[in-house]
C-alpha cells in the first residue's frame, strides 16, 4: 500500500483511482455495517464487506488474469468478467455485492483497486478493458 493514501477508517479513507486512472474516490471499511464504502463525488456506493475475500478467494482459484468488464447496473455485464462475478446466482452471496439499488453495478470499477491496495491482486491500468489476477 506504499502508494495509497488513507488508512481505510471513515475518518482516513484510502484515496483511490478507478483502473484506467480516470477518477479519483475514496473508500473505508464500515466494520460494524460489513460493508465497503465508495465515495465517488456526491455519489455514495457501498458492497458488503466480505467482497473482498470472495473475489481474492474467486481469483486464486481461477488462476489467471480475469477482464474486468466495468458495467452499471442496468446494463448486462459480459460473461467471465469480475463485473459479472459480482452478480452472479453463482457467487458466495447469491447475486449482488452492492447494497443500494440503482447503484450495485461498477463493482469492477471500485472494489478491484481495494484489493490491490491491499496487496492482494495485480490489476492492470490500461484506458481500456483492465484484467486483474490474484497474487
Same mark, same amino acid.
Given at each position: 500500500?506504499? $502508494? !495509497?493514501?488513507?488508512? &481505510?477508517?471513515?475518518?482516513?479513507? +484510502? %484515496? #483511490? ?7 479519483? *474516490?475514496? %473508500? ?5 455495517? &460489513?460493508?465497503?464504502?465508495?465515495? !465517488?463525488?456526491?455519489?455514495? =456506493?457501498? *458492497?458488503? #464487506?466480505?467482497?473482498?475475500?470472495? #473475489?481474492?478467494?474467486? =481469483?486464486?482459484? *481461477?488462476?489467471? +488474469? ?5 458495467? $452499471? ?11 459479472? +462475478?459480482?452478480?452472479?446466482? $453463482? /457467487?458466495? !452471496?447469491?447475486? +449482488? ?5 440503482? *447503484? ?6 471500485? !472494489?478491484?483497486? %481495494? ?10 491500468? /490500461? ?9
Amino acid at each position: 500500500m506504499a $502508494d !495509497v493514501k488513507g488508512s &481505510g477508517t471513515a475518518e482516513d479513507p +484510502w %484515496v #483511490l483511482t478507478t483502473p484506467p486512472g480516470g477518477s479519483a *474516490y475514496q %473508500v473505508h471499511r464500515d466494520e460494524t455495517a &460489513g460493508e465497503l464504502v465508495c465515495q !465517488v463525488g456526491t455519489t455514495k =456506493l457501498s *458492497y458488503q #464487506l466480505r467482497c473482498i475475500d470472495d #473475489l481474492h478467494a474467486m =481469483l486464486a482459484t *481461477y488462476g489467471d +488474469w480475469m477482464p474486468l468488464g466495468n458495467a $452499471d447496473e442496468q446494463k448486462t455485464a459480459a460473461p467471465g468478467t469480475v463485473e459479472a +462475478w459480482a452478480r452472479s446466482e $453463482d /457467487n458466495p !452471496v447469491g447475486g +449482488w455485492y452492492g447494497l443500494r439499488k440503482g *447503484y450495485r453495478g461498477r463493482f469492477a470499477n471500485y !472494489v478491484p483497486p %481495494v484489493l490491490e491496495a491491499l496487496g492482494l491482486v495485480e490489476l492492470e491500468h /490500461n484506458p481500456r478493458n483492465n484484467r486483474m489476477r490474484a497474487l
